[in-house]
């Protein structure tokens, strides 16, 4: 029967605490947690395409709420992600061709994505709302 004195020997293996915080790391969780947020933009627009095919009062029902401040944040964030989930994208397809795995050049890199996807964000909602 092993007691506690048994688990003293083991070695401990790492904890976040070990872990120091980097971008490509957060560029890691933001591309999966953008994918997800790109599932939660395909129902909208699948609404939007049911709302539209039910009638004109129906879309007009569905265009009023998706106009509400809530739902143009979500509208927001659902852009952010998909600007984001390109831009990494293509510098996932940088890294199928060998390139960018220098240290230096994947955090530079990995701020490009993050920038990007915020700038072209904005960018995307000033065309719609300024147009």
């Given at each position: ?10 070695p401990l293996s790492p904890h976040l605490q070990v872990w120091r915080w980097h971008v490509t790391m957060a560029t890691s969780i933001f591309h999966r947690a953008s994918g997800v947020a790109l599932y939660l933009g395909a129902m909208v627009l699948t ?85």
């Open positions: 029967m092993a007691g506690p004195q048994a688990n003293d020997k083991r609404a939007w395409v049911v709302a539209l095919a039910s009638g004109p009062a129906a879309y007009a029902d569905f265009m009023s709420f998706l106009m509400s401040p809530l739902c143009l944040l979500i509208l927001f964030g659902i852009t952010a992600a998909a600007c984001y989930h390109l831009a990494n994208g293509i510098r996932h397809l940088a890294w199928d061709a060998g390139k960018g795995f220098d240290p230096k050049v994947s955090t530079a890199t990995g701020w490009a994505t993050i920038v990007a996807g915020a700038v072209g964000a904005v960018l995307v909602f000033a065309l719609a709302f300024l147009a």
